[in-house]
C-alpha cells in the first residue's frame, strides 16, 4: 500500500486501489467480471487516467472496501460571525 499521508494525487490513488486488490488476492479478470465495466478501465483506472467516470472510480473502490475522507482546509472557529452557511432555520 502506498504512503497515504503524501499529497493526494491520481497517481497516489492508482497505487491504493491496485494494492488492495492485489491484497485481497482478486484478478482483474475478478474485479470487472463483478462490476461488469471494462478491463481496459479498470486497467486505466489502477494506472492512474483522470479520464475514468468518477460513478466508475467510486463503484470499484467500493467494491475493493476502499473509500474517500473529505477534508476541508476552513478553519472552525468561524462559527458565531453570522457568517455559517451550514445551519439550517
Known amino acids: 500500500m502506498p504512503d497515504l499521508s503524501k499529497s493526494f494525487s491520481p497517481q497516489l490513488l492508482a497505487k491504493a486501489i491496485s494494492a488492495k486488490r492485489t491484497g485481497l488476492k482478486l484478478s482483474l479478470e475478478d474485479v470487472v467480471k463483478v462490476l461488469s465495466i471494462s478491463k481496459p478501465t479498470l ?47
Open 43 to 89: 486497467v486505466k483506472i489502477e494506472k492512474g487516467d483522470t479520464n475514468v467516470k468518477l460513478a466508475t472510480l467510486l463503484l470499484v473502490m467500493e467494491y475493493l472496501g476502499l473509500s474517500f475522507s473529505l477534508i476541508s482546509d476552513e478553519t472552525a472557529d468561524h462559527k458565531g460571525n453570522g457568517d455559517d452557511h451550514d445551519e439550517w432555520y
